[in-house]
Each structure stands twice: as structure tokens, then as C-alpha cells.
């Protein structure tokens, strides 16, 4: 379910949050289009050279391993968490005795903390197709302002889930979103349909917003908050699309003329249709795609939506990946340079691969999740560095040395 110099960004090339039902798990827009294995290219080694590794707050870290572990302990010990056949961590069931063991790990205690996850836990150094390192990019939840009912600037719904949008399987083993017309399975309406009223009298509204732009991106992000004219915030995640494809606003607005090719950016594609609200709608709607959202429990606002892993997103410690490279949940070693606050600092922490990205592929880019609001927006718009991908997969069993410092360097 981003960002401002970034020309790989999802308005450009690709879906942005593109999370899709896997195994219960919630997601947006649609699947991946190629399957990708886990590089060829890995190489264990040992903790010893982890960059940074010794820096890290690893008992926060452990502490969202836990919270992920509550998630994985009521799943099938055989559900598939990646696309990695025969690899550690593909399954639930591999996770398990790490996660028993971590609940009895002392809190607040990093030494504990790193002991844990030397004792059951082998890093690997995975390389990219061009061996130039991984792309970090960024996302986020956005904040617009909404109210509860329509009326003075608050035209544009934010539709739920329609009852009668329905997956279904055809003859080729495919899965096809629509709806059925009498025995007769047809695609959902498209935004154009949708925009122009075709569920306005199905009592589907959740809220009305003032900035139809404002949704539009919400939807590319794939979860949002809204705050009403009382500064209460409503989050908002995502709940299904009409099934219709996903169209790059930027490869759009390119094609027509409206921005240069070298010069796609978040700020650049809003800018413009923020300038040209006459044309706004009409641009807005070459992406046919459309999305539904649901109302998240507001007893909190200091916990992200949840990602493809059913677990709250933690900002600076999950990250969306590629299923087929990297199972879900797997702990990934993060080193590159991040934009935070409007500077640029060295990050070398341990993240959660917890979400899914359509614009990721294979081990060439990860996106960090940075978070919710305005700065967290100016963040993830900022966020384009190359950096380097360690991956932690678990252990049958506890080693007798908990350092790993006896971890080889072999090609795995």
C-alpha cells in the first residue's frame, strides 16, 4: 500500500502497497507478476560481521519479534510464509521453537536480547541479480482530513468493502475478482464507474473526505488516517480493490505529456493535480484500480496498520519485501543511509520483513515502513538508498555457542 525524488515509486512503475491475501493475510492491490526464489547467491556468516551488530537496541527489536510470534503461534504450523521450498523459514512451523524460547527471553536486556538471536538464528549475506546492493526505498500512512458525514468540503466518499465484490477461480486455476449478474461472473465497476456514482446508493460510505487527490494516494499506500473537524483520528486499512488493473499515474502523465520523463515524483504527479483540479479526475481515473478500506480500532493511534502478516507495522523496523525471496517475518539486517527528520543518518538495525510491495522484486529492494503523518510522508518521499540485506533465518535447534562466532562462510 510514496515518495518525492524517487522515480522507481510506485506512482511510476508499480503498485505501492500491494499486498494480496495470502494465507488469511491482508494486502493491497494484486500479486506479483514473476516469481522469484531466493538468490543463488547467499553466503552464511558469522554474527561477527554483521555490520553494527553490536550497536543495535536488539531488545526493542526482540520485543516486535515477540509481538509477530503471538501471530505466527495461531497459524497452521504448514502455512507457507515465502515462496522458498526447502528453505528454512518458509513454513510456520520452523519459527516455532524461536519464538517459545524469545517469550523467555529477560525484556529491556540487549545483551539477552543479541544472545537469543545468536543462539537460534544463522545470518546470510544475500546478494542482488547486478551486485550492486539493495534498494531501500520508503512508505508510510498518510493523514488527510475527513469528516463522519458529507457536507461543505467533505464531497468524496471513502467507500467499504461492497458486498457483492467476490474472488472466484476460473477454469485455468486463476484468481478473478468481480461480481456475479445473474449466473454470469463480470469485472467490478472501475474507478471512472465508481467515481461517477456506481455504489453511491449502496450505504457504503465510511466517511466523506475534502481532497479527492488526498484519497486517491491514500489508496496507492493501501492505509491511511483520517482526522475529523473534532481531531479525533479514524485509521483506515485496506480492504479489497474492484479487481481491475493497477496504471502508474506517472507512466500516465508522462504518455500525455503533463511531466517529463526524468522528472516523476510524488511532489511532481500531486503538484500538477492540485493545479489542474479540472483535470485532476480524469488523469486520476486511467488508473481504473480502486480501493476499499476498513476501520481499524482507535483505542491507539501510536501502532501502524497491520501488514500482510496480520502484525502492526513498527515505524524503522518492518519492512514490505518480496515473498518469493524473503518469507514473512524472517528478521533483516538494515544498512544503508535513511532519510529521518529531514537529514540523513546511517541506519544498521535489525527489521522485520512484515508487509508485502508489488514494487519489490527478488533481493534488489526492500521498502522500510517509516511511520504515519507528515514528516513520515516527507520520510518515505525521501527514501532512495542502496544499502545491504542480511537475512536471519532460524535454526532447527538452539546452538551450544551462542555468540556464532563458529558460523562459516560457506555459499549456501
Given at each position: ?69 503471538h501471530k505466527l503461534g495461531s497459524l497452521p504450523a504448514d502455512s507457507a510464509l515465502g515462496d522458498t521450498a526447502g528453505r528454512a523459514g518458509s513454513h510456520v512451523g520452523d519459527w516455532l521453537a524461536a519464538c517459545d524460547a524469545a517469550r523467555r527471553v529477560a525484556p529491556d536486556n540487549d545483551a539477552a536480547a543479541r544472545d537469543f538471536f545468536h543462539a537460534w538464528f544463522q545470518p546470510y549475506r544475500i546478494g542482488t541479480p547486478d551486485r550492486q546492493g539493495t534498494l531501500f526505498t ?275
Amino acid at each position: 500500500m510514496k515518495p518525492v525524488p524517487v522515480v522507481v515509486s510506485a506512482l511510476l512503475l508499480c503498485a505501492c502497497h500491494s499486498l494480496v491475501p495470502q494465507m488469511g493475510l491482508r494486502t493491497a492491490h494484486a500479486a506479483h507478476h514473476a516469481h522469484h526464489r531466493f538468490p543463488a547467491k547467499t553466503k552464511a556468516i558469522s554474527f561477527s560481521k554483521v555490520p553494527g551488530w553490536d550497536a543495535d537496541a536488539t531488545a526493542q527489536a526482540l520485543s516486535v519479534f515477540v509481538e509477530e510470534c503471538h501471530k505466527l503461534g495461531s497459524l497452521p504450523a504448514d502455512s507457507a510464509l515465502g515462496d522458498t521450498a526447502g528453505r528454512a523459514g518458509s513454513h510456520v512451523g520452523d519459527w516455532l521453537a524461536a519464538c517459545d524460547a524469545a517469550r523467555r527471553v529477560a525484556p529491556d536486556n540487549d545483551a539477552a536480547a543479541r544472545d537469543f538471536f545468536h543462539a537460534w538464528f544463522q545470518p546470510y549475506r544475500i546478494g542482488t541479480p547486478d551486485r550492486q546492493g539493495t534498494l531501500f526505498t520508503g512508505y508510510y500512512e498518510p493523514e488527510i482530513r475527513g469528516s463522519l458525514k458529507r457536507g461543505g468540503i467533505y464531497q468524496t466518499p471513502v467507500y467499504r468493502r461492497p458486498t457483492d465484490l467476490q474472488r472466484v477461480r476460473d477454469a485455468q486455476g486463476h484468481m478473478q475478482t468481480g461480481r456475479w449478474e445473474g449466473r454470469k461472473f463480470v469485472p467490478y465497476a472501475t474507478r471512472a464507474q465508481i467515481d461517477g456514482g456506481a455504489l453511491a446508493h449502496h450505504k457504503l460510505e465510511l466517511l466523506w473526505v475534502a481532497d479527492p487527490v488526498d484519497l486517491f494516494f491514500m489508496q496507492v499506500q493501501g492505509a491511511g488516517r483520517v482526522r475529523l473537524p473534532n481531531e479525533k483520528v479514524v485509521r483506515l486499512s485496506f480492504d479489497g480493490h474492484n479487481g481491475q488493473p493497477y496504471v502508474p499515474l506517472g507512466q500516465v502523465m508522462v504518455r500525455q505529456g503533463y511531466l517529463e520523463a526524468g522528472h516523476v515524483s510524488l511532489t511532481a504527479i500531486r503538484g500538477w493535480l492540485e493545479t489542474h483540479p479540472e483535470q485532476a479526475r480524469s488523469v486520476m481515473e486511467e488508473n481504473p484500480n480502486y480501493v476499499f478500506f476498513t476501520e481499524l480500532p482507535s483505542d491507539t493511534t501510536e501502532v501502524g496498520t497491520p501488514g500482510a502478516l496480520g502484525v502492526p507495522l513498527t515505524p524503522g523496523r518492518s519492512l514490505a519485501v518480496d515473498r518469493h525471496a524473503i518469507p514473512l517475518g524472517a528478521p533483516v539486517w538494515i544498512d544503508t543511509a535513511v532519510n529521518a527528520s529531514g537529514h540523513v543518518e546511517m541506519w544498521r538495525r535489525l527489521g522485520f520483513a512484515q508487509d508485502l510491495s508489488r514494487d519489490v522484486k527478488g533481493t534488489g529492494s526492500v521498502d522500510l515502513y517509516l511511520g504515519w503523518g507528515p514528516e513520515a510522508a516527507q520520510d518515505a518521499a525521501a527514501q532512495h538508498s542502496v544499502g545491504q540485506l542480511i537475512v536471519l533465518l532460524p535454526r532447527k535447534a538452539a546452538k551450544d555457542a551462542p555468540d556464532g562466532r563458529d558460523a562459516g562462510d560457506n555459499a549456501s
